[in-house]
Each structure stands twice: as C-alpha cells, then as structure tokens.
C-alpha cells in the first residue's frame, strides 16, 4: 500500500485547511487509515481515524470531532481530514497511515501545516 498526504500549508489562527491521503495498491489489506501530526519536540499522536470498510469515524481526543472531520471518498481510495478553527498549536507535519495486521504502517510522507497566530 502507498500513501500520499497532501494539502498542508500557511493558514492563520481560525482558518481551515483539508488534508487528503490517497491510497494505492493493495487497498483492500487496509482495516482503517489513521491522521497522525507530529510537532516540533514532540511525539507523534494520532489525532483521527475512520475504519475502511464501515467507515466509522474516531477523533482523538473525542472532543476534536467537530473541529475535525475525517471522510473517505471510495471511488478516489481518498481520505480526508477537514480542520477547521485551527490554533498555532496544530501546527505540525501531519502524516497518514494505514492500519493493517494490527499495526500502523505505510506511512506517507506529511505535510506540514502551520498556523499562525
């Protein structure tokens, strides 16, 4: 499976930005795509997910739902990250994964988004 994270960019304090993660390959060994950010010092952490098949949807925290949508466009193998009202402490490059054999792989390249204030 290949993954290409596209759509970061400069976007001021309360704006919003759509992140995209196309998939390819062999898309159907996929159990869920993950949206990951990771800030500079540090770790990086999850921040949504929505499962392939049944596209259920998880934010973590819970209370990013809303903020943040993540969809899946099936004819594309697309999924989508909508961010809005963005802080400066979203900034960070935000990479996609694919959830398969129980662990978190395929890691596409990021893309930064920053924010500023």
């Known amino acids: 499976v290949q993954l290409q994270a596209s759509g970061g960019g400069l976007v001021q304090a309360g704006g919003s930005l759509r992140l995209s993660c196309a998939a390819s390959?062999?898309?159907?060994?996929?159990?869920?795509i993950g949206w990951f950010r990771q800030a500079p010092g540090k770790e990086r952490e999850i921040v949504a997910r929505i499962n392939w098949n049944a596209e259920n949807t998880y934010y973590y925290p819970r209370s990013e739902e809303g903020r943040l949508t993540i969809s899946k466009d099936s004819a594309r193998n697309t999924v989508y990250l909508q961010m809005d009202s963005l802080k400066p402490e979203d900034t960070a490059v935000y990479y996609c994964?694919?959830?398969?054999?129980?662990?978190?792989?395929?890691w596409g390249q990021g893309t930064l988004v920053t924010v500023s204030s």
């Open positions: 994964a694919a959830l398969r054999n129980s662990r978190w792989s395929d």
């Open positions: 390959g062999r898309t159907f060994t996929i159990f869920a």
